[in-house]
């Protein structure tokens, strides 16, 4: 009986998460796939958050028994602030945004927004405070003002219009005989992957939400559309709480921390200047990502030569 009534459950869940607003969580975490685990506890209340501040506390996690991903990790992100989350592939940093939206409960510790534990609110009142910026957003076979105004009800046509602004759509925008009414997505406009990106920050400021969870945000970018949209993200990053998670690490060199994971534990943590007049592993991958940068720079010279 459990298994008839699991996938019924899984779906329920879905439905309600699209519902909400959260489908560019479902693209990241691919929900399907996802072992739905978590409950909320009964007469959970809403999140109500007035610093929004993110800690984990002494978190241990692991999907599977004898298989720990998140050892003992601690941290705080300050209301307001950037914290990047740096590290080797498998170090575990998309696993810390997994448990921020509670998709999973950890094993020991506790995760607080707002000073409050998490696994005590409504996983939806949780949700709300968060959004996020993705490596590859979903878009709806649907206007392009509808999926700006998506997740936020009742946005209406000036809020839409000012984020799209602030997103630097309107020169896509202006361009299209139909401006916001153009038909997007599969069956619509095909947009680029930068322009797809300006559509998530654009709903992402439409909703509005104090915490932010960029996931490697412009890894699937060319360079320069790269640039372009590091400064619309600035934008949207200013007064919220944000925490990045990055590959390329010229992309988070000025935020305001930078947590170096390795093996699920805190190996290193500090600015950037820090962190290299330090001479550990961020030292060490710097060197390593710049010393790249400067072999693709040459190979392009060179081509352009020939
Ligand atoms: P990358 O930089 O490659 O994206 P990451 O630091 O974000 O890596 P995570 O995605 O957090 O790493 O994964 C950490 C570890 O947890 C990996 O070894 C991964 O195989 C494992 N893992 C991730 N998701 C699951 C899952 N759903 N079930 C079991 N193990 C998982």
Redesign the pocket.
Known sequence: LIQLFRPLDVLGWVYRTIRQGLVDMAEMFRLI???IEVKDVAGAPALIVRTPTVVFDNVTFG??PG?T?LDGLSFKVPAGSTTAIV??????????G?LLFRFYDPQGGRVLVGGEDIALVTQDSLRQQIGIVPQDSVLFNESLAYNIGYGAEGADEALIEQAARDAALMPLISRLPEGFGTMVGERGLKLSGGEKQRVAIARTLVKNPPILLLD?ATSALDTRTEQEILGTLKRLEEGRTTIA?A?RLSTIADSDNILV?DH?RLAESGTHTALLAKGGLYAEMWSRQASEQRGEGEAVASEAAE
């Open positions: 796939d996802t072992d999907y599977e298989r991903i590290g080797p592939s498998g170090a575990g940093k998309s696993t810390i997994r490697e998670i590959h994971l699920g």
